[in-house]
């Protein structure tokens, strides 16, 4: 069972159980707020990896035009079900199915969990390619240099490796890809509400 087919088998468990988390994660919001306020009216942005559409519907309420995407066929079904007149579409974020230099924004919440460290520079080229001049990206991931595997996601089968980064990498590959950090935020986890993990929130301009 690869990545697809677990989100594909997890898609209903894994929306009952986060399609309301950011309602438990302020810095979460106020940093989506802070991206939709420089990319609202400035054309599209992409939500890669949108899961059941969370992101995508705060972004969208915030007044941005947005089109979530995601490698799961299953997922997207969920998204377009709970979220209904929004844009979704199954895609690779390794491969987007969008032109070069047309996005005002792409939004990466935890989509990079599922690489390795040596296959960052590529996803954060694939980012830069679609970005315009001047865009934004926003990425978040757990910190750390640890794999956790389950079997088991909400209880439905799966097989699943997360990886945490170390921020460094990351910003690493940011750069190398033409993409300049700009914020940089890290937090301690919020207890009770999402795996006891540390975060970190790069915000990055294209140049």
């Given at each position: 069972m690869d990545v697809r087919e677990s989100y594909d088998s997890a898609a209903e468990a894994y929306a009952e159980h986060l399609a309301t988390e950011l309602t438990h994660k302020p810095l979460d919001r106020h940093l989506l707020n802070r991206f939709a306020e420089d990319t609202r009216g400035r054309g599209l942005v992409a939500d890669v990896g949108c899961g059941p559409g969370h992101v995508t519907r705060y972004l969208h309420e915030q007044g941005v035009t947005v089109v979530g995407i995601?490698?799961?066929?299953?997922?997207?079904?969920?998204?377009?079900?709970?979220?209904?007149?929004?844009?979704?579409?199954?895609?690779?974020?390794?491969?987007?199915?969008?032109?070069?230099?047309?996005?005002?924004?792409?939004?990466?919440?935890?989509?990079?969990?599922?690489?390795?460290?040596?296959?960052?520079?590529?996803?954060?080229?694939?980012?830069?390619?679609?970005?315009?001049?001047?865009?934004?990206?926003?990425?978040?991931?757990?910190?750390?240099?640890?794999?956790?595997?389950?079997?088991?996601?909400?209880?439905?089968?799966?097989?699943?490796?997360?990886?945490?980064?170390?921020?460094?990498?990351?910003?690493?590959?940011?750069?190398?890809?033409n993409l300049e950090v700009i914020e940089h935020v890290e937090r301690e986890p919020y207890e009770g509400a999402e795996y006891p993990s540390r975060r970190c929130y790069l915000l990055a301009r294209a140049a």
């Open positions: 995601d490698l799961s066929a299953g997922m997207v079904a969920v998204a377009r079900r709970l979220n209904p007149g929004l844009s979704f579409q199954v895609g690779d974020m390794r491969q987007l199915d969008l032109p070069d230099a047309t996005l005002a924004g792409v939004v990466a919440f935890y989509s990079i969990v599922h690489f390795e460290p040596a296959e960052l520079n590529a996803i954060m080229l694939e980012m830069r390619r679609t970005l315009a001049p001047g865009g934004l990206a926003l990425v978040s991931f757990h910190i750390g240099d640890q794999v956790v595997h389950v079997e088991d996601l909400f209880g439905a089968r799966v097989s699943l490796s997360f990886r945490f980064h170390v921020p460094r990498d990351v910003i690493e590959a940011i750069r190398s890809a």
